[in-house]
């Protein structure tokens, strides 16, 4: 080899070595996994130096207290709140009773936030991007994450949270490293034999804003949707599908009001005991 031919593989190496220092140092855009403060693992804090901040300043919102339902997407919001700071990060995992990974954490904003294949230990992680950590914004952050509920019979799930609400000096100093948890029940059926599969639910296209539901059960027994705060909003008549029931929500309540565009909950007659979540969408 000449030298002509070896100078460009010499800058190509250093190229390298300077992309692969970058990477490293980028912790902004995604901390490494295990960082969830779940118990076993490490915090934010293995890094950041600054204050620890109150569990009351992060909530994890769009679960209800009634607890979880098998097979649900659920739409989760982190909310991160600390006056004075100007940069945010979080990362969340979580597990069951005996502490194993539980459900599938789903990334429903690919800009704020991602969801990191290289598990530790079978663990899932999802966190923040870059763009995610919202560089200047005063005061708070929420990023949306997806969670789908796992099959019936899981048990209580226990979210685990580490959230940095940060100084936006660029470094790992004098930030403040919020730790918390929540812990949702299996939503009960009261009926005795499993509700799993005996309903289906779908919006009607293109007439979008309803939501047909098709279960088996008693003709005679309404179903009643509830909002999320649990106010009765309406009950409907079922009508015959097939060999099952069918109701189709219009969206109205019981005067005839067109409800808000959000979530509500039904209850499928006293025989499916079932509560089912859905997603009125106009
Ligand atoms: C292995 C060390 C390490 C861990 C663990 C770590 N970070 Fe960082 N983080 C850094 C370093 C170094 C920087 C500064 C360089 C940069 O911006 O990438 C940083 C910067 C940040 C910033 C920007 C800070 C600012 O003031 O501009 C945020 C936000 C952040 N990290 C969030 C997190 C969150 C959230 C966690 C925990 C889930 C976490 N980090 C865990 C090393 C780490």
Redesign the pocket.
Known sequence: MDATQQSPLAVRIAVLSMLAASIV?????G??NG??GRPGE???L???SGSSGSPDSSNLLGLQPTGYTSDSLYTLNLTVNYAGQQ?????LTAVDAAGSPVGQLVVLDPVNTQYDTSQVGGYQYI??TSAG?F?GQAGQANWTIGWRAPAAGAGAVTFYW???A???????SG?TIIRDSLVVAEAAGIGSEPARGRFTWRYANPARNRAVISYQGNPDLLVRIYSAEGRLVRALHPSPDGERLQVDWDGRDDAGRTVPETRYFVRLGAEVTTVIQVQLVR
């Open positions: 140092l980028a912790y902004s855009s901390p490494p960082m969830s490490g915090t934010c293995a890094c950041h940069r945010w990060g979080f990362e966190k923040h950590t560089p580490c959230c940095n940060a100084n936006n000096n660029n470094s790992n930030d």
